[in-house]
């Protein structure tokens, strides 16, 4: 892979995926074949990866290990100025450690995020979490989510990203997804919150949620199934509308549906699931409208939709396919 940014991006993506596929949580396969097929330096960066966590799972915990890291920390120091001849257990515990330290960063926070911290989710990564209370949460890509839980409060920061929650009934302890400056409340129901950088969307697919904004108690609006509700940080929130639940919630089995979508926003949501980036370059093609049924992670299927319907050329390279306007 040419493009050093590019090829560090996959290979955060693959240290992901070994993370989670071999450190025991839950892990969507299909999502992870499709990332597989979509480039060989995806293969192969998975290898890599695979092979460095495999090799901290037999040797990172071990009572030997910790004692040679110690033993080299006491030698360097008291051998400082002086020239050192390693034993090959040394080096050895040196060249595991310089290889693992970046997946066993990842290792760290999976576990923190099982005992309720941070949770997070690759480009193109779904995954599906049951939390202590039984509560099921499924992340989208590229979401980052905070959960803090204690006897009396079931509190969750969805810090971006989106998520479809199927809450646990509690109803002396409400669950409270909290989304920028808003605060969606529920007890036992189903829903989905989509937090971006100024705006926060709710998708109420069962039961009932309140919403109201974070420092404030009073209530913005209280949703029934079938609704949804976007909200623009530091503007008054508007009315809830009626929408199509499946179609809203089906980036859960790996579709996006479009409804008279501007081009350039439908392409950025391509792009949450695909290394190949859809970028819109002739700014007059970005207000196009566009409709229609996509699979996540199918960036150059999507650009062939594109092109046959509207007058636009595709400049292709390795990383991108930039979209100009057709002569």
Do not use: C
């Amino acid at each position: 892979m040419s493009n050093p940014f590019q090829q560090s991006l996959i290979d955060e993506t693959a240290a992901g995926w070994a993370a989670r596929r071999l450190g025991g949580a839950v892990s969507d396969e299909a999502g992870f074949t499709r990332w597989l097929e979509q480039h060989p330096a995806h293969v192969e960066a998975y290898d890599r990866a695979e092979a460095v966590w495999r090799l901290m799972g037999e040797a990172a915990g071990t009572d030997d290990l910790v004692a040679v890291r110690q033993e080299a920390l006491k030698r360097a120091r008291a051998r400082r100025h002086r020239a050192v001849d390693l034993d090959r257990r040394l080096v050895a515990a040196g060249i595991v450690a310089a290889i693992a330290a970046p997946v066993g960063g990842l290792w760290w926070m999976r576990h923190r995020a099982q005992q309720g911290a941070l949770f997070q989710t690759a480009l193109g990564e779904q995954r599906t979490l049951t939390l202590s209370d039984g509560s099921r949460v499924t992340l989208d890509a590229l979401s980052v989510m905070r959960v803090r839980y204690t006897a009396s409060v079931r509190s969750i920061d969805l810090v971006q990203g989106r998520a479809y929650f199927e809450v646990a009934h509690d109803a002396g302890r409400p669950l409270r997804v909290h989304a920028g400056p808003r605060t969606v409340t529920a007890v036992g129901t189903a829903f989905s919150v989509r937090r971006e950088p100024r705006e926060t969307t709710v998708v109420l697919a069962e039961g009932k949620v309140a919403l109201s904004n974070h420092e404030s108690a009073a209530t913005l609006a209280i949703l029934t199934p079938g609704q949804s509700m976007q909200m623009t940080d530091g503007v008054r929130a508007g009315e809830p509308r009626k929408v199509d639940v499946d179609r809203a919630l089906a980036w859960r089995q790996g579709q996006l549906v479009f409804d008279n979508v501007a081009l350039a926003d439908a392409a950025a949501e391509m792009n949450r699931y695909s290394t190949l980036q859809v970028v819109v370059a002739d700014a007059r093609l970005k207000s196009l409208r566009i409709s229609g049924t996509f699979r996540t992670g199918e960036s150059r299927a999507f650009v062939e939709a594109v092109q046959s319907y509207f007058p636009v050329r595709a400049q292709n390279s390795a990383a991108t396919v930039e979209l100009h306007a057709a002569p």
